[in-house]
């Protein structure tokens, strides 16, 4: 899996209602219930469906939590990038 800078992600993302509408990944309902985003990595963290979540963190529904962005969270499954938004 080769790092992508911050803007090449966002270039890359879609939305999660096209994920689940363009392809045949199935993902529940997810929302950020927390977002806490920092300069600093370490302080980053979310509360998705009321669990808190670091970068790296594998979720409950399958989904890994690669970045927190201040749009939201950058997530991925089966090699697919697609921002959940904070709003």
């Given amino acids: 899996f080769k790092q992508k800078t911050a803007y090449e ?7 999660s209602e ?10 529940p ?3 950020i219930d927390i977002h806490v985003f920092s300069e ?11 669990k808190k979540y670091n970068e790296g963190d594998i ?8 970045t927190i962005t ?3 969270a950058v997530l ?4 697919i990038l697609f921002l959940l938004p904070k709003n």
């Fill in 29 to 31: 309902e997810l929302h």
């Fill in 70 to 72: 201040l749009e939201g």
């Fill in 40 to 50: 600093i990595p370490a302080e980053r963290f979310v509360f998705i469906n009321m």
């Fill in 59 to 66: 979720l409950i529904a399958g989904p890994v939590l690669e």
């Fill in 76 to 79: 991925s499954l089966n090699d």
């Fill in 9 to 15: 992600m966002l270039r890359s993302l879609v939305g």
């Fill in 18 to 27: 096209m994920c689940i509408r363009d392809s045949n990944l199935f993902l």
